[in-house]
């Protein structure tokens, strides 16, 4: 049996035999139970390597990703195709994304190839990119997923969202600034993963890079200019 549960910020991760039981927070709720342990292990490669090295583990969920959001991710192994893609909405997806790349979720030998990775790609290309104000909000949950371990799909997700952003853009450019809001560690994470898609046309990168550090300048120069005008006479 695995034990999932919301202890301090932290999913605790327990092999006993063969069933699967998720905890809500504080051991108060059970979400999924009585599901074979061997789905996991053949859906998910991270707890996979986790559980391989040991019977008990504790992981510490990455920034921005709650632990509802991860629980949801898990149960979607135990379901059907459409299991997966009813549980995603716009608020949703940068959430299941994250959680999805962080876990390494996959279908497993044998099984539905349609999993919560595939469920959330399908999503994004039929309701978000297809939709400005769409792709506008899911560019802004993202940010909330930039500074931990779910970085790397969540710019993945980032960047899909900026070319359709940059290509239905009526020049508002709102979405540039919400970029340039980025602190630079996590805007650096999102370069990264612009440089790795965009590989062969660096345009857009150029143009968010240039946007971000005019914006950063700016911002600089206020904060100087404010800081002598704070001065003791």
Sequence with gaps: MFVFSNFTNRLLVCSLKSEVIILHP???KILTSHCSQDVITSRSSYLRRLLSESSDVAIA?????TFDACA??????????????????PASLAAAWAAAGWLELGPGAGRDPYDLAHAAEDYFFHEVATDHGRAAGVLRCCAAFLGGEAAGPAADL????LEVLAASDSGSGRWLDDVAALPVEEFLVAVEAMRARFAHDHDLMYTVVDHYLEVRTQHEFATGCAWFDRRPG
Excluded at 74 to 89: E, K, M, Q
């Design 26 to 28: 504080n051991f108060a």
């Design 61 to 65: 969920l990455p920034a921005g990703l």
């Design 72 to 89: 949801q991710a898990i149960a979607t192994c135990y379901g059907s195709s459409d299991d997966a893609a009813a549980a995603l909405s």
């Design 158 to 161: 980032l960047v899909r969202c």
